[in-house]
């Protein structure tokens, strides 16, 4: 295998990211009553794994930590968030 350009490479994003979906899916069928409860937890907690994995990928947790990081963070944030949208059908 090639070197990794993008987070969307590494086989941990991609589990990850499948289980953002997984848990789209099954949060789908809970009672409305969970919808800011137990659902949002699920969802934001599913989101974040992903989420992490892109952030720590673009050496932004060392260049945030440096006050000399003379080059722009890359936000695989957004870019991992706008991915789990688009394979929602909601982006």
Known sequence: MGAIVSFQQL???KEAHSLVL???QVTQAFPRHEQFGLVSQMRRAAVSVP???AEDSSGAGLARKSAFAGNPIPDNDVAQDLSCADNLGTG
């Open 11 to 13: 086989d941990a994003w």
């Open 22 to 24: 997984k848990v789209y």
């Open 51 to 53: 989420a992490n994995i």
